[in-house]
């Protein structure tokens, strides 16, 4: 669920150090990227997530 998981409606309910938002961020793009049917070019950034 990426974000959402640390969401409770109304703010986040952890501290998320800069890793692990580059880390969810990485997995939300995975996520939209992947998703059935995605015709678009993928971002630069695409390559970093692979790896």
Known sequence: MHYAQYFDGER???QLNVG??????KELLHG??????NVGER???WNEVKN
């Open 12 to 14: 986040l309910t952890r």
């Open 20 to 25: 692990k938002v580059a880390r969810l961020r």
């Open 32 to 37: 939209i990227v992947g998703m059935q049917r």
């Open 43 to 45: 971002p630069a950034l």
